[in-house]
Nanobody, 126 residues
Framework: VQLVESGGGTVQAGESLTLSCTAS????????MAWFRQASGKEREGVAA???????SYADSVKERFTISKDNGKNTLYLQMNRLKPEDSAMYYC?????????????????????WGRGTHVTVSS
């Protein structure tokens, strides 16, 4: 199983970025996928999740600004991030779990996911 994130970088506050996560080694369609982030000195937190049928969930801090999506044909997960803020600066991780949406207790909880990528860094300057 391999998850490889890309698309991070440094942007100004108010700008946009799109992160990608390319998956291999498992049946992408059968997995609930999620984005997490971890800022320096803080706990890793769930940002957004998407189920096998497209159900989504977002952290309150990113609602109306971030959009999670996936392309099953390309085995790729995306995170479109708009109106970025300095507090969005963090390492962003892709995660996967072999489960449908209804099998998860909390789609944004770290302990729900067993597969992780190595992350891509996002810096938002003010």
């Amino acid at each position: 199983v391999q998850l490889v994130e890309s698309g991070g970088g440094t942007v100004q506050a108010g700008e946009s970025l799109t992160l990608s996560c390319t998956a291999s080694g498992f049946t992408f369609d059968d997995h609930t996928m999620a984005w997490f982030r971890q800022a320096s000195g803080k706990e890793r937190e769930g940002v957004a999740a998407i189920g096998t049928l497209g159900t989504t969930s977002y952290a309150d801090s990113v609602k109306e600004r971030f959009t999670i999506s996936k392309d099953n044909g390309k085995n790729t997960l995306y995170l479109q991030m708009n109106r970025l803020k300095p507090e969005d600066s963090a390492m962003y991780y892709c995660a996967a779990r072999f489960a449908g949406w209804g099998d998860l207790n909390s789609p944004l909880a770290r302990n729900e996911y067993g597969y992780w990528g190595r992350g891509t860094h996002v810096t938002v300057s003010s």
